[in-house]
Nanobody, 122 residues
Framework: QVQLVESGGGLVQAGGSLRLSCAAS????????MSWFRQAPGKEREFVAA????????YYADSVRGRFAISRDNAKSTAYLQMNDLKPEDTAVYYC???????????????WGQGTQVTVSS
């Protein structure tokens, strides 16, 4: 059974930083792409960032490129999302996901975490 557990969300002022973590159990982590998505109230879940299993290929949504950084530590089965220069429009529930069913930027994955709330005040 695969479980993904996010942590690190919270309330931060605009311009601040947060670091999200996604700890994975099971053997799926090291063999698969890991991604972050987010969902704001009343909006669809949207792609944020993805990292291939060996960490050499990174992908970002245009809205976060240059401010967010995705990384992974396969020895710890953990993925990270460093978020800098946060803006009020970054407010959302952030989800990590593993094992994409199609393109990495589509919200179709076999496994999802429970989500962690990020709130950015202006």
């Amino acid at each position: 059974q695969v479980q993904l557990v996010e942590s690190g969300g919270g309330l931060v002022q605009a311009g601040g930083s947060l670091r999200l973590s996604c700890a994975a159990s099971g053997r799926v982590f090291n063999r698969n792409t890991m991604s972050w998505f987010r969902q704001a109230p009343g909006k669809e879940r949207e792609f944020v960032a993805a990292i291939r299993r060996d960490g050499t290929n990174l992908y970002y949504a245009d809205s976060v490129r240059g401010r967010f950084a995705i990384s992974r530590d396969n020895a710890k089965s953990t993925a990270y999302l460093q978020m800098n220069d946060l803006k009020p429009e970054d407010t959302a529930v952030y989800y990590c996901a593993a094992v994409p069913k199609s393109d990495y930027d589509r919200p179709a994955y076999d496994y999802w975490g429970q989500g962690t709330q990020v709130t950015v005040s202006s």
